[in-house]
């Protein structure tokens, strides 16, 4: 019996397989869900036969699928259906901009916005629940900042999760008050909590229509795979039994890789790992907080803030809790990912790590730390020397308000913001991932400019953070593909092209190493396929259809 023909053929003069910076001229034979032959185009010939579809991409560059490493999927297919407040310059453009989006809502219904950043306002005017109530006084209101880590509500929203003057602040974050002691509307980390228990009660229907938007979404940017990472606001929306539903029917266009709370409970999270271990649906350990934001002053600092010299932030949880969890949870083969954001939550999570190690031996753990917005250079080879994996998202860089960022962190730490660069010559295993919805898109394309460029969002090249911090493009890809295979414990199947890989494969409208920088951000998908599946393409294409 003769070799099995192809069922596609993929070609092009710049195919990058993730094993080289750069990228080749060749050709990607697929049969069924498997890549089963790369090399040059007269290579891959005796698997074509007559009914193998041919796909010639020119120049246009072919590369293995994205694979966001740190998002969050409902909280993601949330934010489709709610009010982009981006573009607000002021507190009262916010509140007229859902004051429009609140007319196509139904009476009653609790109104959702995302990405305020009152540190881009022109007037600098402190949001407050009373602007909200001058245009939206009747409907509940409840608005993410830009970070997720706090919220901007109105009056009718706190009356109906039962806030008033005499609640006392959560051992994590806070109810924000004025000079005169009253609240203000704004509400920090758990604070938070009272709030969303009331927003975020949707139907099971809800949840579907929204993920399967979601889905579109990472099909149209070329993402094959996704982590899904534990957020507090998973305690309202989280559905696990709704991804496993669109796994077995067959509509997961994306894999799934979550990961939920650590919170102590480890027989709960034996359960979901023994359960969710498809090929499209997989448990892949758990995450925790050990801090908040620096533009929340929920950072946990070395040395105090700058622009108040009395605060250090402090740990989310207690430390010793905190090290103890690592320790039972790496007992029993659990990876553990860690959001820190400060040098003293990167340092902390960092001796917890070591600790498992001294209590439980060294093993191909993988525990990640994420953001690490601000690393004392003197943990940086800590990252390789422990096995850990470093989790970034090079959109946080350019979203932060530089003089906001700059004045509160100050000058000497300003050498030591999202050291990427510093990290991967170290020896770390580097992943690059949105925070979507934390970040205003799940576009590959923003977080590649940016981890290559160092510019922030302005646009402006002045406003290059640290430019011996930029990555090469080659670089950026491999952090974007072979990069979270590895963190997902699946680099034999995932991450880069080769024989026998699942072939999830994605082609752009141009070759991103032959283009000038700034088109970057110009680059659209054109193919997406996974599992040997086409499940996104654009028809502007010459394309050989298969011979008769």
């Given at each position: 019996?003769?070799?099995?023909?192809?069922?596609?053929?993929?070609?092009?003069?710049?195919?990058?397989?993730?094993?080289?910076?750069?990228?080749?001229?060749?050709?990607?034979?697929?049969?069924?869900?498997?890549?089963?032959?790369?090399?040059?185009?007269?290579?891959?010939?005796?698997?074509?036969?007559?009914?193998?579809?041919?796909?010639?991409?020119?120049?246009?560059?072919?590369?293995?699928?994205?694979?966001?490493?740190?998002?969050?999927?409902?909280?993601?297919?949330?934010?489709?259906?709610?009010?982009?407040?981006?573009?607000?310059?002021?507190?009262?453009?916010?509140?007229?901009?859902?004051?429009?989006?609140?007319?196509?809502?139904?009476?009653?219904?609790?109104?959702?916005?995302?990405?305020?950043?009152?540190?881009?306002?022109?007037?600098?005017?402190?949001?407050?629940?009373?602007?909200?109530?001058?245009?939206?006084?009747?409907?509940?209101?409840?608005?993410?900042?830009?970070?997720?880590?706090?919220?901007?509500?109105?009056?009718?929203?706190?009356?109906?999760?039962?806030?008033?003057?005499?609640?006392?602040d959560p051992s994590f974050g806070r109810f924000e008050r004025d000079e005169n002691g009253l609240?203000?509307?704004?509400?920090?980390?758990?604070?938070?909590?009272?709030?969303?228990?009331?927003?975020?009660?949707?139907?099971?229907?809800?949840?579907?229509?929204?993920?399967?938007?979601?889905?579109?979404?990472?099909?149209?940017?070329?993402?094959?795979?996704?982590?899904?990472?534990?957020?507090?606001?998973?305690?309202?929306?989280?559905?696990?039994?709704?991804?496993?539903?669109?796994?077995?029917?067959?509509?997961?266009?994306?894999?799934?890789?979550?990961?939920?709370?650590?919170?102590?409970?480890?027989?709960?999270?034996?359960?979901?790992?023994?359960?969710?271990?498809?090929?499209?649906?997989?448990?892949?350990?758990?995450?925790?907080?050990?801090?908040?934001?620096?533009?929340?002053?929920?950072?946990?600092?070395?040395?105090?803030?700058?622009?108040?010299?009395?605060?250090?932030?402090?740990?989310?949880?207690?430390?010793?809790?905190?090290?103890?969890?690592?320790?039972?949870?790496?007992?029993?083969?659990?990876?553990?990912?860690?959001?820190?954001?400060?040098?003293?939550?990167?340092?902390?999570?960092?001796?917890?790590?070591?600790?498992?190690?001294?209590?439980?031996?060294?093993?191909?753990?993988?525990?990640?730390?994420?953001?690490?917005?601000?690393?004392?250079?003197?943990?940086?080879?800590?990252?390789?020397?422990?096995?850990?994996?470093?989790?970034?998202?090079?959109?946080?860089?350019?979203?932060?308000?530089?003089?906001?960022?700059?004045?509160?962190?100050?000058?000497?730490?300003?050498?030591?913001?999202?050291?990427?660069?510093?990290?991967?010559?170290?020896?770390?295993?580097?992943?690059?991932?949105?925070?979507?919805?934390?970040?205003?898109?799940?576009?590959?394309?923003?977080?590649?400019?940016?981890?290559?460029?160092?510019?922030?969002?302005?646009?402006?090249?002045?406003?290059?953070?640290?430019?011996?911090?930029?990555?090469?493009?080659?670089?950026?890809?491999?952090a974007y593909t072979a990069g979270p295979a590895h963190g997902s414990f699946r680099e034999h199947?995932?991450?880069?092209?080769?024989?026998?890989?699942?072939?999830?494969?994605?082609?752009?409208?141009?070759?991103?190493?032959?283009?000038?920088?700034?088109?970057?951000?110009?680059?659209k998908v054109q193919l997406t396929m996974k599992d040997g599946n086409i499940v996104y393409e654009?028809?502007?294409?010459?394309?050989?259809?298969?011979?008769?």
């Amino acid at each position: 019996m003769g070799m099995k023909k192809a069922d596609i053929v993929i070609s092009s003069d710049a195919l990058f397989t993730g094993l080289t910076e750069k990228p080749t001229s060749g050709s990607i034979a697929v049969l069924d869900n498997k890549i089963i032959g790369v090399g040059s185009k007269t290579e891959i010939e005796h698997l074509i036969g007559n009914e193998t579809r041919i796909l010639n991409y020119g120049n246009q560059l072919i590369m293995p699928g994205f694979h966001d490493f740190h998002l969050h999927i409902m909280f993601g297919s949330l934010s489709i259906n709610s009010v982009n407040l981006s573009e607000a310059m002021s507190a009262e453009d916010v509140a007229k901009k859902v004051w429009e989006f609140s007319k196509e809502c139904d009476e009653g219904e609790w109104i959702i916005g995302m990405q305020w950043d009152a540190g881009y306002w022109d007037d600098k005017q402190e949001p407050h629940y009373k602007i909200l109530d001058s245009m939206i006084p009747n409907q509940p209101v409840v608005l993410f900042h830009a970070e997720g880590h706090y919220t901007w509500v109105n009056s009718k929203a706190m009356s109906l999760a039962g806030i008033n003057e005499d609640i006392c602040d959560p051992s994590f974050g806070r109810f924000e008050r004025d000079e005169n002691g009253l609240l203000t509307g704004i509400l920090y980390e758990q604070a938070q909590q009272v709030i969303l228990k009331e927003a975020l009660k949707l139907t099971q229907s809800k949840k579907e229509a929204l993920l399967k938007k979601f889905l579109e979404m990472t099909a149209q940017f070329g993402i094959t795979s996704v982590n899904d990472l534990y957020a507090p606001i998973d305690d309202f929306i989280q559905d696990y039994s709704l991804y496993e539903k669109l796994d077995q029917q067959g509509q997961l266009t994306t894999r799934f890789h979550i990961t939920p709370e650590l919170d102590g409970d480890l027989e709960k999270a034996k359960i979901l790992r023994d359960k969710y271990q498809s090929k499209n649906l997989q448990f892949s350990g758990l995450k925790q907080f050990v801090d908040g934001t620096v533009t929340g002053h929920t950072a946990y600092f070395l040395e105090p803030y700058s622009d108040q010299p009395d605060s250090y932030g402090h740990p989310a949880l207690d430390a010793e809790i905190l090290v103890n969890r690592v320790i039972e949870a790496d007992k029993l083969g659990f990876r553990i990912r860690f959001h820190a954001i400060g040098d003293a939550a990167i340092h902390l999570a960092l001796d917890a790590f070591e600790q498992a190690i001294a209590k439980n031996g060294k093993r191909d753990s993988r525990h990640t730390i994420e953001h690490i917005e601000v690393l004392d250079p003197n943990d940086t080879e800590r990252f390789s020397k422990l096995g850990v994996m470093a989790s970034m998202q090079p959109d946080h860089m350019a979203a932060s308000s530089r003089d906001v960022y700059s004045a509160i962190i100050g000058p000497k730490r300003e050498r030591n913001i999202f050291l990427a660069k510093n990290l991967l010559s170290s020896g770390a295993h580097l992943c690059l991932g949105t925070d979507y919805p934390i970040s205003i898109s799940l576009n590959p394309m923003r977080q590649i400019y940016t981890a290559v460029t160092r510019i922030d969002n302005s646009g402006d090249p002045h406003n290059t953070w640290l430019p011996e911090q930029k990555l090469t493009i080659g670089e950026a890809l491999q952090a974007y593909t072979a990069g979270p295979a590895h963190g997902s414990f699946r680099e034999h199947e995932l991450g880069t092209i080769e024989v026998g890989k699942f072939a999830d494969i994605i082609v752009l409208d141009r070759n991103l190493f032959e283009v000038p920088t700034h088109e970057i951000l110009e680059t659209k998908v054109q193919l997406t396929m996974k599992d040997g599946n086409i499940v996104y393409e654009k028809k502007e294409v010459s394309i050989s259809e298969p011979s008769s």
